[in-house]
């Protein structure tokens, strides 16, 4: 059995990625849904978020709950390709 281990790749600055995470954690949580990427020894998976970021990151600060439904009903969608 070969067991692949997922790598997290951030592509942006990291010191906004930790401040949001340690300020205010859904802030931080978004920034990395946004722009990191999944990589494996045979897969690399991309998470796009297709609508305005604004709403995202306001609903993000103001109730978080709505964020999530902004990414499962607004366009958001996983990018899959191989290595």
Known sequence: MSVD?????YSHSKFWLIFWLLILFPVGLVLLLNYAEL???TRVFKVKYRGEKFWLYFWA??????TILLFLFNGSFVKSARN
Do not use: A, D, E, Y
């Open 5 to 9: 281990r997922l790598r997290i790749k």
């Open 39 to 41: 990589t494996s020894n």
């Open 61 to 66: 600060i103001v109730f978080f709950p709505i």
